[in-house]
């Protein structure tokens, strides 16, 4: 059977995730492991919950990584939030609004979907005027579309959502830990994300909060969460104070997420995200240099994922070839409504340097000479 | 805020899971990311499914590592055979018995329950007439109960199965890479397993088969996957060949496992099947010298991990952390009937070695003088 070494070519991953895992967190991967019980493990994932609040900027107590990538996280945040006779509006501009809507409804939730075209955002109003439609007490929104690069203000439609007495559920998967999304001060209820974005942590750990109200909430279901894996009345018995076994933590998987929380706690919140924002600058010049031009307006632009628009006349999926093969550097295609109309060019976590941009730029002027 | 440094204590993992993970396995884990669409990660990819065919002793096309813990794999396997209308039997000796009928229950399905006393197993005959009585159309039951420490024979049972046209499910986490759990011989439709027993790899992504009948099932179902994370219907087509984004899979994580697997396909399964057994027996030898009894009948006791019943007069609790704290050792407390009763000492994979079981006779004669 022909099974080889791993020996894997050093890529530059400028793609929309996984983002470059920082040396230290692969260093952490490779620690021995202890047991899912030991005191040793129990004071690690403590520590880990205590970064994770910081990094999200809650004092939320039900903070922990679910288990799994962060579409893991997103179905965690939906399957014990949502169940039948609820009613969920989602906000769609792109791909993950789509899966939202998936899977809100396999738990049985009635669920209604206002749109936006693909690197537009959303107006205060508009969620306003579609909660009142449709009597949400549920609603889904996205912080940052991995598929078009916008950033989401959710200050107004926070308040809006509550003033309704609904709870607002946010994918935070390509903004956390590269820009503020301040779960507390905006009044996120359930607020997910994932590893292999901001925080340059392989896919496996995924960051979820849950506010007081949405602990309430899941406290008074009527039913039982439908997922056993992701289901939260037990899994909070494990990462509380009862330790109560539910499934083996993965245990190399929490060395990383903790060690990448570690890495953002000793760079300081407010620098990273203004790393993050200094370099995505820095590449939108660039890219605006040889004549590139960005889809989303920069006032809604996220910092961490850049959607640019493919000049006329270039085969796209071929240049993406010739970075990936002749230069290690991998960016993302468009997906759906985008796909071959943009490149997507992630800076996020440890990718978030002057220096990838530079090679970037140089290997594009290079192939399109 | 308070956040040291990883740095544990070399323990020696001789609990029930998760084992030690063989430094080989480790580093792969460091290795640098890649993306998950990269045609280098591809190909890790193909040659894992190929090694977890031959660890599964399978032709099955569809077997892929779910990911998550071994818990997500049995609920991929769950989740994806039953819907409701589906009659489950449940054969159940211990607590991954329960774990079934909770997770089954949550998918719709009239669930029927047989039970054996914690560390014995079922006769073909009983299950016969428990399928007859229940016209289930699913049966479900544990190769390798790591709750007791018993291995279930399974040919009978899924030749009696098979004449009643049901599936049967299968529980391999405790015997996957450590015993012959032979799914092609046996004629197991659908089985599951965890890297974190007998595969020697840190729990994040879980084997699972399933052959043509199972195949058929789920092609044929009435309702949608419950579950969107473990939907093997979109699942397939990223590890088949459209190799269509789903989620990112956790890239470390399968990395890990393929290490892992390389490591099973050196030394041969049938020598580290041998190497298992050897070591149990010279555990079990070296237990009734010090007058420690085992749990299990030899006839049905796993190579992998043994249950011993625990002396009258010793403190359970306070000899297995003298055991952690002085001599780095961990050992499993018992689990539901059993707690309190049992010690389980798991001999897995890279934990599976003679000097380990020195480690623990010795430590447990100072302690108990």
Known sequence: MKAPEINVSPRI?????????????????????IGHLDPEFLAIMDNTQKLLRYVFETKNQMTIPVSGTGSAS???????IVEPGDVMLICCNGYFGYRMQDMAQRYGAEVHMIFRPWG????????????????????????????????????????????????LIVDAVTSLGGLSVGVDKVDIDVCYSGGQKCLSVPPGASPLTLNDRAVEKLSNRKTQVANWYLDLTTIQKYWGNERTYHHTA?????????????????????????????????????????????????????????????????????????????????????????????????????????ENVHALISALKNILA
Not at 74 to 80: G, K, L, P, R, T
Request: net charge negative.
């Open 13 to 33: 991953l400028m793609g929309p995730g996984p983002s470059m895992a920082d040396p230290r967190v692969l260093k952490a991967m490779a620690t021995p492991l």
């Open 74 to 80: 997103m179905e965690a945040a939906i399957c014990n």
């Open 120 to 167: 537009e955002v959303f107006e205060p109003e508009e969620v306003e005027a579609a909660i009142k439609e449709t009597s949400a007490n549920i609603v889904g929104i996205v912080h940052a579309e991995t598929s078009t690069g916008a950033r989401q203000p959710l200050e107004d439609i926070a308040k809006i959502v509550h003033e309704h007495d609904a709870l």
């Open 250 to 354: 993965p245990i190399s998987s929490i060395y990383a997420l903790y060690e990448g929380l570690r890495l953002i706690a000793e760079e300081g919140l407010e620098n990273r995200w203004q790393r993050h924002q200094e370099n995505a600058e820095y590449l939108w010049d660039a890219l605006a240099e040889i004549d590139f031009e960005c889809h989303v307006d920069e006032k809604y632009r996220l910092p961490s994922l850049t959607t640019v628009k493919i000049p006329a006349g270039i085969d796209e999926a071929s240049v993406r070839k010739q970075l990936l093969n002749d230069y290690n550097i991998e960016v993302g295609g468009g997906l759906g409504e985008l796909k071959g109309q943009v490149w997507r060019i992630g800076l996020m976590g440890y990718t978030s340097r002057k």
